[in-house]
């Protein structure tokens, strides 16, 4: 079964950097994708970025393009979150998030939620102002 586990959550000031990375075990051959998700108290969860364990293909939602980057290891089964240009609104409790197939098919990007079938515990960022 596949496992997810995410580390490098923390506190920041605005305008700082974080990494998160997730590792992950309990894959077989195949191509997965890779989620990060977040979801701050009282709101719904939100994409954030996704990515692909067997080509390039990226998706970043709105919120975070251009200040979020998500990048893999796949020697090391991880997948790395790197947050920069942070801000207050950033702070929630970041998912990992993981299903078997492609990213990208049929002009669809796995980037909903419901799209995954394993999640990690979560991890705090907390971003103050």
């Known amino acids: 079964e596949v496992q997810l586990v995410e580390s490098g959550g923390g506190s920041v000031q605005a305008g700082g950097s974080l990494i998160l990375s997730c590792t992950a075990s309990?894959?077989?051959?195949?191509?997965?994708?890779i989620g990060w998700f977040r979801q701050a108290p009282g709101k719904e969860r939100e994409r954030v970025a996704c990515a692909s364990t067997a080509d390039s293909t990226l998706y970043y939602g709105d919120s975070v393009k251009g200040r979020f980057t998500i990048s893999r290891d796949n020697a090391e089964n991880t997948v790395y979150l790197q947050m920069n240009s942070l801000k207050p609104e950033d702070t929630a409790v970041y998912y990992c998030?993981?299903?078997?197939?492609?990213?990208?098919?049929?002009?669809?990007?796995?980037?909903?939620?419901?799209?995954?079938?394993?999640w990690g515990q979560g991890t705090q960022v907390t971003v103050s102002s």
């Open positions: 309990g894959f077989t051959s195949g191509e997965y994708a």
């Open positions: 998030a993981a299903t078997v197939g492609k990213l990208y098919s049929g002009n669809y990007y796995k980037s909903n939620e419901n799209d995954y079938d394993y």
